[in-house]
């Protein structure tokens, strides 16, 4: 299959061009640099300079593709989520981005388009688990998401296949969050959003690209791609702090990042959301079934 992929020099696409490649696709995918496009072409893919807003041009580089795969993102620092402002430039490519990339991908002929989206746009449930059925309930630094998500959905409606990937909050090698949260838990603290018992999503990025990779034969829809055991912030907490032998003597924000209001709030839910569509679907599972062995895989792996 002849695939092009945006966000190809991001922290998934990293790990999703080497497993392309050897799945047999052939990959091109968006550089914005030399630099970036020397990285590609070292990974196997062919590298194309173009902008994610110009739908004409972008139509041109996808031409003769069969599949378009936008993971496009421009996710602030840890220490930035909680202001509106730093998630401008990720809501426009959320809004903008994928609007020229679903128009150009119609233009083009190409028969599936797949839209990169978060789990948490889900409701606080508390325990329960969460699955595709339960509508969204967004707030702000989310909404974005949703412009996304439609517009992938109209693709598939109008088009061919339009598939959306829900993930959890990435972590893994080549991530600087999780460098940001290691370099935290090795200093004895521990990083905790919200209350203890709340349930958190995450992937590990392997797992992530491995997913993408699945979603290229499943039919249209809305999947779910995190672990399959969501630990508690707590939970998630700790298992950064064993990975690196450091227990943490202090956690925060904790409940302070409600103080955030709106802005945080989408954060801090308990979201207890199952895989099981996806897993049933595509026939995948995560290497790594929840955060504990995922960061102990990414502190081995150096």
């Known amino acids: 299959m002849k695939v092009f992929l945006t966000g190809g020099t991001g922290a998934i696409g990293r790990h999703l061009v080497p497993k392309l490649v050897e799945a047999g696709h052939e990959v091109s995918a968006l550089a914005r640099s030399p630099e970036k496009a020397d990285g590609l ?6 590298p194309v300079q ?3 807003f110009d739908a004409e041009a972008l139509a ?3 031409a003769g593709h069969d599949a378009v795969i936008n993971l496009a993102t421009a996710i602030p620092s840890t220490a930035r989520y909680a202001f509106r402002r ?7 490519i959320r809004t903008e981005g994928s609007t020229a990339v679903a128009e150009a991908a119609r233009s083009a002929g190409v028969g599936r388009l797949i839209q990169e989206s978060v789990v948490f746009l889900y409701p606080d449930r508390g325990d329960e688990w969460i699955d595709e059925t339960v509508e969204p309930d967004v707030f702000p630094i989310l909404e974005a998401n949703l412009v996304a998500e439609r517009n992938a959905r109209e693709f598939g409606e109008q088009h061919g296949a339009g598939v959306v990937l829900r993930f959890g909050l990435f972590y893994g090698p080549g991530s600087s969050h999780s460098d940001e949260m290691l370099s935290f838990a090795r200093k004895r603290f521990g990083v905790q959003l919200g209350r203890p018992g709340a349930y958190q999503l995450a992937i590990h990025l392997e797992d992530a690209a491995s997913a993408v990779v699945a979603a290229l034969d499943v039919p249209s829809g809305t999947y779910n791609v995190c672990d399959d055991e969501p630990l508690t912030a707590r939970e998630f907490t700790d298992a950064i702090a064993a990975a690196v032998g450091r227990r943490p ?5 904790g409940r302070l990042t409600s103080l955030g209001g709106r802005n945080t709030a989408a954060l801090t839910r308990s979201q207890r959301v199952s895989n099981r569509r996806f897993r049933q679907t595509a026939s995948w599972s995560p290497r790594y ?5 995922g960061w102990a895989a990414v502190v081995a792996a150096g």
């Open 50 to 52: 173009v902008s994610l």
């Open 41 to 46: 072409q070292r990974q196997g893919a062919t």
């Open 86 to 92: 730093a998630w401008r430039a990720n809501d426009r």
């Open 60 to 62: 041109a580089a996808f």
């Open 249 to 253: 003597w202090l956690r925060g924000p």
């Open 289 to 293: 079934p929840d955060a504990r062995a």
